[in-house]
Nanobody
Framework: QLQLRESGGGLVQTGESLRLSCAVS????????MGWFRQAPGKEREFVAG???????SYMDSVLDRFTILRDVSKNALYLRMNTLKPEDTAVYYC???????????WGQGTQVTVSA
């Protein structure tokens, strides 16, 4: 059974950086298409970044050039490196797996990121 567990969230000031981690168990991270979603209070959940088994990455426009998605094979983990954080990045961030049908079918419990102005 695939399990995803996020960590690394916290409270930071505008312009600072954070790195979110997602510990993957039950599957090897390199064979998975994975990504990060976020959900801010009162808003719908939105796609932030994704990475394919062939290392192709994609990002939502508002985080392009600020966020980087990457994985560490030795630790079987996925990361989201977030630079130049803004208050509008405040949200709960979720690690997800995308299956062969392009459905996001496994989700972690989420980690809170709060960016103060």
């Amino acid at each position: 059974q695939l399990q995803l567990r996020e960590s690394g969230g916290g409270l930071v000031q505008t312009g600072e950086s954070l790195r979110l981690s997602c510990a993957v168990s039950g599957r090897t991270v390199t064979i998975l298409a994975m990504g990060w979603f976020r959900q801010a209070p009162g808003k719908e959940r939105e796609f932030v970044a994704g990475i394919s088994p062939r290392e192709s990455t994609s990002y939502m426009d508002s985080v392009l050039d600020r966020f980087t998605i990457l994985r560490d094979v030795s630790k079987n983990a996925l990361y989201l490196r977030m630079n130049t954080l803004k208050p509008e990045d405040t949200a709960v961030y979720y690690c997800v797996r995308r299956n062969a049908y392009y459905q996001f079918d496994y989700w972690g419990q989420g980690t809170q990121v709060t960016v103060s102005a």
